[in-house]
């Protein structure tokens, strides 16, 4: 898809189709509509509670977030009704804002079983994001913010999704630890091969924008109340809720 | 340590049922055996000096103390599990005496076995004298060829000394017909440890339990941990409880539910009475099908002194973490074995403060019933819905599944454990 341009259906890593979501009998997304297309990478924006981390579990298949409506198709496969390991096959992988803590079940271990790659090869990645420390550890027990980023990273690293969600991947993260992480989501996504080359797509969730300065997007989306209400240059969009919050989307009526 | 005299009536089968217990018949782990098929008493025998294995009939005609430990935490006219007991003219069971300062560290291991439709009832005795260590594996199971009906009534009678510890881990492998009512208690004196451990994951038709701990010894300590998984049909209606009577005492109540269609109550109980007592209540339950966990929990403080806490969970959390797990690719099978594995170390954790009764006691030895796969403690039967090894699922380590983009992607291993 060329920016702007229109959605060619040959190249599209993601189709979500008239998609109504309901969450405990309450209905939370109301006709989402979004295309991302071979080696994109889109932003969700919008206020707190208004859907966008529903819309992620949702497209990972999580139980619990009911379609009503609607389909979500993934490289030309409709994957509505797949458990959510299938879509990971698949290649879809995504990083958690608040991932459970499991105790007994060690990081290194975890790592092996998901990637069936050796200990050298899982130590390699994980200096990259100076987890090799972690790997005996158990699954994020006692880490801390910016620990569990760079956990969920490696674990996206090893499993070298096609297509990554990312929900917040700034939350909670000092300064330093922003550049490791936004460089390490930029390889995930092919940001360092040139634009023909480039295969990964992405679909990011963020407040502040920082981590757009690492990575360069090709849309955005604005998310009201269990809607996408309009599309445009990410960081045009965030600047405009920076100067005047997300008062004109909410009574937007486009 | 010879092997024990095993009568020829057993089948290949119920051999089987009794490894799946705990039950190891070459005695190549095990200090002292004790066998009873329905009412018949087959062996009982201890290599280990210092600790005597006999039947109750003989115990209580060999010492004349015994009948003060007899029928004394656990009272005759407690209910009618308890009076039928009492009521039976040759009494059948077991008698465990750790003498003072004695140690053993393989186990002794009792076994009680039902062949046939009817009631088994036996009446046990265990007693760790002081400074003594003492450790049972008591392994409960009936034979295939049970058909309908069938019952096991079971007091047990536990004596922890000054300075002793007793560790007494029971597997149950009943019948789908077959009703179990253990009746239990257990008297602990200072510096005491008691430690039950409790699993059953086989189909049974009912189990009705409630042991109660007594530590009215300063710094007695007791602990009991349960796993159970409910199969449809299976009600599991299970209890511990705690009575922290003297200066000092604490109690950790640990129960992992799992409900594959059946249902469990998990009843708990800590009592603190006495200043500078602690006792925690724990119930963590995933329901994999629908099913019942009611878990209730229950603490009573009486004192400024003593500090309870009780916590339940059920459901939703272990299903979280499974999604986890899947979201990294794993089988929705290979997650679920994970999280019960971790359920299961949890519990081993719990029942090992010495670290004495660690894995050397199961992991040693292959488990002729088990699933095969070696993080898989206890003896897990033959479920693959409950433990899937790469070996019985017939799946290579690694597997290669072309990805719809043509790129051959790495499925992960089923084996996540070493």
Same mark, same amino acid.
């Given at each position: 898809?060329?920016?702007?341009g229109?959605?060619?259906?040959?190249?599209?890593?993601?189709?979500?189709?008239?998609?109504?979501?309901?969450?405990?009998?309450?209905?939370?997304?109301?006709?989402i509509?979004l295309?991302?297309?071979?080696?994109?990478?889109?932003v969700?924006?919008?206020?707190?509670?208004?859907?966008?981390s529903?819309?992620?579990?949702?497209?990972?298949?999580?139980?619990?977030?009911?379609?009503?409506?609607?389909?979500?198709?993934?490289?030309?496969?409709?994957?509505?009704?797949?458990?959510?390991?299938?879509?990971?096959?698949?290649?879809?992988?995504?990083?958690f804002?608040?991932?459970?803590?499991?105790?007994?079940?060690?990081?290194?271990?975890?790592?092996?079983?998901a990637?069936?790659?050796?200990?050298?090869e899982?130590?390699?990645?994980?200096?990259?994001?100076?987890?090799?420390?972690?790997?005996?550890?158990?699954?994020?027990?006692?880490?801390?913010?910016?620990?569990?980023k760079?956990?969920e990273?490696?674990?996206?690293?090893?499993?070298?999704?096609?297509?990554?969600?990312?929900?917040?991947?700034?939350?909670?993260?000092?300064?330093?630890?922003?550049?490791?992480?936004?460089?390490?989501?930029?390889?995930?996504?092919d940001?360092?091969?040139?634009?023909?080359?480039?295969?990964?797509?992405?679909?990011?969730?963020?407040?502040?924008?920082?981590?757009?300065?690492?990575?360069?997007?090709?849309?955005?989306?604005?998310?009201?109340?269990?809607?996408?209400?309009?599309?445009?240059?990410?960081?045009?969009?965030?600047?405009?809720?920076?100067?005047?919050?997300?008062?004109?989307?909410?009574?937007?009526?486009? | 340590?010879?092997?024990?005299?095993v009568?020829?009536?057993?089948?290949?089968?119920?051999?089987?049922?009794?490894a799946?217990?705990?039950?190891?018949?070459?005695?190549?782990s095990?200090?002292?055996?004790?066998?009873?098929?329905?009412?018949?008493?087959?062996?009982?025998?201890?290599s280990e000096?210092?600790?005597?294995?006999?039947?109750?009939?003989?115990?209580?005609e060999?010492?004349? /103390?015994?009948?003060?430990?007899?029928?004394?935490?656990?009272?005759?006219?407690?209910?009618?599990?308890?009076?039928?007991v009492?009521?039976?003219?040759? =009494?059948?069971?077991?008698?465990?005496?750790?003498?003072?300062?004695?140690?053993?560290i393989?186990?002794?291991?009792?076994?009680?076995?039902?062949?046939?439709?009817?009631?088994?009832?036996?009446?046990?005795?265990?007693?760790a004298?002081?400074?003594?260590?003492?450790?049972?594996?008591?392994?409960?199971?009936?034979?295939?060829?049970?058909?309908?009906?069938?019952?096991?009534?079971?007091?047990?009678?536990f004596?922890?000394?000054?300075?002793?510890?007793?560790?007494f881990?029971?597997?149950?492998? /009943?019948?789908?017909?077959?009703?179990?009512? =253990?009746?239990?208690?257990?008297?602990?004196?200072?510096n005491?440890?008691?430690?039950?451990?409790?699993?059953?994951?086989?189909?049974?038709?009912?189990?009705?339990?409630?042991?109660?701990?007594?530590?009215?010894?300063?710094?007695s300590?007791?602990?009991?941990?349960?796993?159970?998984?409910?199969?449809?049909?299976s009600?599991?209606?299970?209890?511990?409880? +705690?009575?922290?009577?003297?200066?000092?005492?604490?109690?950790?109540?640990?129960?992992?539910?799992?409900?594959?269609?059946?249902t469990?109550?998990?009843?708990?109980?800590?009592?603190?009475?006495?200043?500078?007592?602690r006792?925690?209540?724990?119930c963590?339950?995933?329901?994999?099908?629908?099913?019942?966990?009611?878990?209730?929990?229950?603490?009573?403080?009486?004192?400024?002194?003593?500090?309870?806490s009780?916590?339940a969970?059920?459901?939703?959390?272990a299903?979280?973490?499974?999604?986890?797990?899947?979201?990294r690719?794993?089988?929705?099978?290979?997650?679920?074995?994970?999280?019960?594995?971790?359920?299961?170390?949890?519990?081993?954790?719990?029942?090992?403060?010495?670290?004495?009764?660690?894995?050397?006691? /199961?992991?040693?030895?292959?488990?002729?019933?088990?699933?095969?796969?070696?993080?898989?403690?206890?003896?897990?039967?033959?479920?693959?819905?409950?433990?899937?090894?790469?070996m019985?699922?017939?799946?290579?380590?690694?597997?290669?599944? =072309?990805?719809?983009?043509?790129? +051959?992607?790495p499925?992960?291993?089923?084996?996540?454990?070493?």
């Amino acid at each position: 898809m060329l920016p702007g341009g229109q959605y060619n259906p040959g190249t599209a890593m993601l189709d979500v189709k008239d998609l109504h979501v309901e969450v405990g009998g309450k209905k939370i997304l109301h006709d989402i509509n979004l295309q991302i297309g071979e080696g994109e990478t889109h932003v969700l924006m919008g206020p707190n509670g208004s859907g966008k981390s529903t819309l992620l579990m949702t497209i990972m298949g999580f139980s619990g977030f009911t379609v009503t409506q609607g389909s979500i198709r993934f490289k030309g496969k409709d994957v509505t009704g797949l458990p959510v390991n299938e879509r990971a096959k698949m290649g879809m992988g995504i990083m958690f804002q608040r991932p459970p803590t499991i105790s007994g079940l060690k990081l290194g271990k975890l790592l092996t079983a998901a990637s069936g790659e050796t200990k050298e090869e899982i130590e390699t990645y994980a200096k990259a994001v100076n987890m090799e420390r972690f790997l005996e550890r158990d699954i994020n027990k006692g880490f801390s913010g910016g620990e569990i980023k760079r956990s969920e990273i490696l674990q996206l690293s090893v499993q070298h999704p096609d297509f990554v969600m990312l929900d917040e991947p700034e939350s909670g993260v000092d300064l330093e630890n922003i550049s490791l992480i936004g460089t390490t989501i930029g390889k995930l996504l092919d940001k360092d091969k040139h634009i023909v080359h480039r295969k990964k797509s992405g679909l990011i969730i963020t407040h502040t924008g920082f981590i757009l300065d690492y990575i360069d997007t090709n849309q955005g989306h604005m998310m009201c109340d269990g809607m996408i209400k309009c599309h445009g240059a990410a960081r045009e969009m965030l600047k405009e809720i920076r100067e005047r919050g997300y008062k004109e989307c909410l009574e937007c009526s486009k | 340590m010879q092997q024990v005299n095993v009568p020829g009536s057993l089948t290949a089968e119920d051999r089987e049922r009794m490894a799946q217990v705990g039950i190891d018949l070459a005695m190549t782990s095990r200090c002292g055996s004790y066998l009873q098929l329905n009412q018949e008493v087959a062996h009982a025998t201890c290599s280990e000096s210092g600790i005597e294995v006999m039947s109750i009939a003989d115990a209580l005609e060999h010492y004349d /103390w015994l009948k003060d430990h007899y029928w004394k935490v656990v009272a005759k006219d407690k209910d009618e599990v308890t009076k039928y007991v009492a009521a039976q003219k040759n =009494p059948r069971g077991y008698v465990i005496i750790g003498r003072k300062g004695s140690k053993n560290i393989l186990p002794v291991q009792a076994c009680l076995f039902l062949g046939r439709e009817q009631i088994q009832h036996v009446h046990n005795i265990i007693i760790a004298e002081e400074n003594a260590e003492l450790h049972i594996v008591s392994g409960c199971a009936s034979g295939k060829h049970v058909g309908k009906g069938g019952a096991h009534y079971g007091i047990s009678e536990f004596y922890v000394g000054k300075n002793a510890k007793i560790s007494f881990t029971m597997i149950h492998t /009943w019948g789908e017909e077959i009703e179990v009512y =253990p009746r239990s208690a257990a008297a602990v004196e200072e510096n005491g440890t008691f430690l039950s451990n409790y699993v059953c994951m086989q189909p049974v038709k009912k189990v009705q339990m409630y042991p109660t701990a007594t530590l009215s010894g300063e710094r007695s300590v007791a602990r009991f941990s349960s796993v159970v998984i409910a199969s449809p049909g299976s009600l599991l209606d299970l209890g511990s409880r +705690a009575i922290l009577a003297a200066r000092g005492t604490s109690a950790e109540l640990v129960t992992r539910a799992i409900t594959r269609g059946g249902t469990i109550i998990s009843r708990g109980e800590i009592q603190g009475n006495v200043d500078g007592t602690r006792g925690h209540l724990e119930c963590r339950g995933l329901i994999l099908k629908d099913g019942l966990i009611h878990a209730i929990p229950e603490i009573h403080g009486s004192v400024v002194g003593t500090e309870l806490s009780h916590e339940a969970a059920v459901g939703k959390i272990a299903q979280e973490e499974i999604e986890y797990l899947m979201a990294r690719g794993l089988s929705e099978e290979e997650a679920t074995a994970t999280i019960h594995r971790r359920i299961r170390v949890l519990t081993r954790r719990g029942g090992t403060n010495s670290g004495r009764n660690g894995p050397g006691w /199961w992991s040693t030895r292959s488990r002729p019933g088990g699933c095969g796969t070696r993080g898989c403690w206890p003896p897990c039967g033959r479920s693959p819905a409950i433990c899937l090894s790469p070996m019985r699922s017939g799946l290579p380590r690694t597997r290669t599944v =072309p990805s719809p983009s043509g790129v +051959a992607r790495p499925s992960p291993s089923p084996t996540l454990w070493p």
